[in-house]
């Protein structure tokens, strides 16, 4: 019997304050997850002192609602700084977000002279040939390349990865025969 009224206060309480602890979470965390989370976990400090709170509505229970949520979200938050400050190396070049476009730019400007970009891109098929030249010549995005070849786009993006791939072992074989000749 006492289990049932424990488990009704419990649903009143999440019913009520669910969302605005949820709020009051984000707040802090600016994260959707972490404040999912500080809310689940707000409500298994609550659950632990069910007892202890009398009539769901009152001033009090509100009170006591906002001090839980918030005492953990920012118990949260500060564990994510010390997580942060343990994982992360400070370089400037994590800042800058690679793009495929950049990679596939770089391994065409490294071409020497003796190679062109017809000979690099001479074992690839033709559709593949197609792909990287309108991605990193035409610059057009993987849907519009999709709707040019008369593809899906996530093929489309595929394909450019597995050719990216391919040219960049072709590059490195070429490069090794040249300083092995070379010696």
Same mark, same amino acid.
């Given at each position: 019997?006492? #289990?049932?009224?424990?488990?009704? *206060?419990?649903?009143?309480?999440?019913?009520?304050?669910? /969302?605005?602890?949820?709020?009051? =979470?984000? #707040?802090?965390?600016?994260?959707? &997850?972490?404040? &999912?989370?500080?809310?689940?976990?707000?409500?298994?400090?609550?659950?632990?002192?069910?007892?202890?709170?009398?009539?769901? /509505?009152?001033?009090?229970?509100?009170?006591?609602?906002?001090?839980?949520?918030?005492? %953990?979200?920012?118990?949260?938050?500060?564990?994510?700084?010390?997580? $942060?400050?343990?994982?992360?190396?400070?370089?400037?070049?994590?800042?800058?977000?690679?793009?495929?476009?950049?990679?596939?730019? /770089?391994?065409? #400007?490294?071409? %020497?002279?003796?190679? %062109?970009?017809?000979?690099?891109?001479?074992?690839?098929?033709?559709?593949?040939?197609?792909?990287?030249?309108?991605?990193?010549?035409?610059?057009?995005?993987?849907?519009?390349?999709?709707?040019?070849? $008369?593809?899906?786009?996530? =093929?489309?993006?595929?394909?450019?990865?597995?050719?990216?791939?391919?040219? /960049?072992? *072709?590059?490195?074989?070429?490069?090794?025969? %040249?300083?092995?000749?070379?010696?």
């Amino acid at each position: 019997m006492a #289990a049932n009224k424990d488990q009704e *206060k419990l649903d009143q309480l999440y019913a009520l304050y669910e /969302q605005p602890m949820y709020r009051i =979470a984000y #707040a802090i965390l600016h994260h959707t &997850e972490q404040a &999912e989370d500080a809310v689940s976990d707000a409500f298994l400090r609550i659950m632990k002192n069910l007892k202890k709170i009398g009539n769901v /509505q009152s001033e009090k229970t509100k009170h006591y609602i906002v001090c839980i949520i918030r005492s %953990t979200a920012i118990n949260q938050y500060r564990q994510n700084q010390r997580d $942060s400050e343990r994982y992360t190396v400070w370089d400037d070049r994590i800042l800058q977000v690679p793009s495929q476009k950049d990679d596939m730019e /770089q391994l065409l #400007a490294n071409i %020497t002279e003796e190679e %062109t970009i017809a000979e690099l891109l001479e074992p690839l098929n033709e559709t593949d040939r197609q792909i990287i030249l309108m991605r990193c010549e035409e610059e057009l995005s993987f849907r519009e390349i999709a709707e040019r070849l $008369s593809i899906q786009e996530a =093929a489309a993006r595929k394909r450019f990865e597995r050719a990216k791939k391919a040219l /960049q072992k *072709k590059k490195g074989d070429i490069c090794y025969e %040249t300083r092995l000749f070379s010696v």
